[in-house]
């Protein structure tokens, strides 16, 4: 990094962030230890390809893809950057497997395997490609286990991110692994909106970070003006996890934006649930129905705009996002807020 970019202010700052930010910075290929969060839709290859371009680590959202669509898109972003940047697969996509073999072929050098605890097939093959291997943690034990079977590095992501999340907050699952981790780089991820948390998780001991929620009004982002326009008007409180009503029927918690569609699924559950209580509906078809309610919620407002039916997911950190810039100007406050928290760190 160059501390010419930053003001003299900043200087003692920017060398401590520097050196904070060094083994994340190796370890992804960049100027920055920021990592984009993989955000079905949102994340292709303008968004991914201006995030590298800023100095940061872009990366693509698999998602719903097969591998013919993800290898295209792969190197379409190629195209686009001549930076590094990564895929992110999930484990549960019926096509794992395949998926697995795309990225092994492709040009990209890192792969992020989510949704739970790849098989070890995954991470041999992705490795034996020259692949850097990237899995999220949810506890300090699976962050030993996923060691054990040779990631190169852990993402940590608490409960304020928006998406699929799981129970506990960032600030907790920091506490609790960044100390008990030293084998592998560690990025933090969730309700990361300003660069003075990023300088705070850095002095935990964190390599880096990784923010989603803060991309989403990139100008580089193809989100529709819709979408984009119910990040800037939110407030924190609006992106709610989705609301379970019977603990028979359960439901997967997603973090987005509280809008018509979340009503119309409490509203959706309450009836199957007296359904299935008089025995007008079995339990299976009960549940099918509740799991089938969000299919192709979020491309509705992701692409086409429909901000009130479709699935406007979101992290608390949306409260920070204001205005439409680009990627580059993002990452490049982040880093000087991020210099000026550690300059005020060093004062004390």
Same mark, same amino acid.
Request: glycine share 12%; aromatic share 6%; with cysteine.
């Given at each position: 990094?160059?501390?010419?970019?930053?003001?003299?202010?900043?200087?003692?700052?920017?060398?401590?962030?520097?050196?904070?930010?060094?083994?994340?910075?190796?370890?992804?290929?960049?100027?920055?230890?920021?990592?984009?969060?993989?955000?079905?839709?949102?994340?292709?290859?303008?968004?991914?390809?201006?995030?590298?371009?800023?100095?940061?680590?872009?990366?693509?959202?698999?998602?719903?893809?097969?591998?013919?669509?993800?290898?295209?898109?792969?190197?379409?972003?190629?195209?686009? /950057?001549?930076?590094?940047?990564? =895929?992110?697969?999930? /484990?549960?996509?019926?096509?794992?497997?395949?998926?697995?073999?795309?990225?092994?072929?492709?040009?990209?050098?890192?792969? =992020?395997?989510?949704?739970?605890?790849?098989?070890?097939?995954?991470?041999?093959?992705?490795?034996?490609?020259?692949?850097?291997?990237?899995?999220?943690?949810?506890?300090? /034990?699976?962050?030993?286990?996923?060691?054990?079977?040779?990631?190169?590095?852990?993402?940590?992501?608490?409960?304020?991110?928006?998406?699929?999340?799981?129970?506990?907050?960032?600030?907790?699952?920091?506490?609790?692994?960044?100390?008990?981790?030293?084998?592998?780089?560690?990025?933090?991820?969730?309700?990361?909106?300003?660069?003075?948390?990023?300088?705070?998780?850095?002095?935990?001991?964190?390599?880096?970070?990784?923010?989603?929620?803060?991309?989403?009004?990139?100008?580089?982002?193809?989100?529709?003006?819709?979408?984009?326009?119910?990040?800037?008007?939110?407030?924190?409180?609006?992106?709610?996890?989705?609301?379970?009503?019977?603990?028979?029927?359960?439901?997967?918690?997603?973090?987005?934006?509280?809008?018509?569609?979340?009503?119309?699924?409490?509203?959706?559950?309450?009836?199957?649930?007296?359904? =299935?209580?008089?025995?007008?509906?079995?339990?299976?078809?009960?549940?099918?129905?509740?799991?089938?309610?969000?299919?192709?919620?979020?491309?509705?407002?992701?692409?086409?705009?429909?901000?009130? /039916?479709?699935? =406007?997911?979101?992290?608390?950190?949306?409260?920070?996002?204001?205005?439409?810039?680009?990627?580059?100007?993002?990452?490049?406050?982040?880093?000087?807020?991020?210099?000026?928290?550690?300059?005020?760190?060093?004062?004390?």
């Amino acid at each position: 990094m160059s501390a010419d970019r930053v003001s003299p202010a900043t200087r003692g700052g920017w060398q401590r962030l520097d050196r904070l930010m060094a083994r994340g910075r190796a370890f992804l290929g960049t100027d920055y230890a920021i990592m984009g969060g993989a955000m079905s839709w949102v994340s292709e290859r303008h968004l991914v390809a201006a995030i590298s371009n800023g100095g940061g680590f872009g990366v693509i959202a698999c998602g719903a893809m097969g591998p013919e669509r993800l290898a295209e898109e792969i190197t379409a972003t190629a195209a686009l /950057t001549d930076k590094p940047f990564g =895929v992110n697969i999930i /484990t549960l996509h019926p096509a794992f497997s395949d998926l697995v073999e795309a990225c092994a072929e492709a040009c990209c050098g890192h792969v =992020v395997l989510a949704g739970g605890l790849p098989p070890g097939f995954a991470i041999d093959r992705l490795k034996s490609a020259g692949k850097r291997v990237l899995c999220f943690a949810p506890s300090a /034990t699976l962050a030993r286990k996923l060691i054990r079977a040779g990631v190169d590095a852990l993402i940590i992501e608490g409960s304020e991110a928006g998406g699929h999340i799981g129970p506990v907050s960032t600030a907790v699952l920091a506490q609790e692994i960044l100390p008990a981790v030293e084998e592998v780089p560690v990025f933090v991820a969730g309700g990361i909106g300003r660069g003075e948390a990023i300088g705070s998780y850095l002095l935990m001991g964190a390599a880096g970070v990784q923010l989603g929620t803060r991309f989403v009004c990139a100008s580089e982002s193809i989100a529709h003006p819709r979408f984009k326009q119910a990040f800037i008007r939110a407030a924190a409180r609006d992106a709610v996890p989705s609301v379970q009503l019977d603990p028979r029927f359960p439901v997967i918690p997603v973090r987005a934006l509280r809008n018509e569609s979340s009503r119309q699924f409490i509203e959706l559950q309450r009836e199957v649930v007296g359904r =299935v209580d008089r025995g007008e509906l079995d339990k299976d078809a009960a549940q099918l129905m509740i799991e089938q309610f969000w299919g192709g919620a979020l491309r509705r407002a992701v692409i086409e705009g429909d901000v009130e /039916t479709g699935s =406007v997911m979101a992290g608390q950190s949306v409260g920070m996002v204001r205005a439409i810039e680009p990627a580059a100007d993002i990452i490049a406050s982040l880093v000087q807020e991020a210099a000026a928290h550690l300059e005020r760190c060093d004062c004390l």
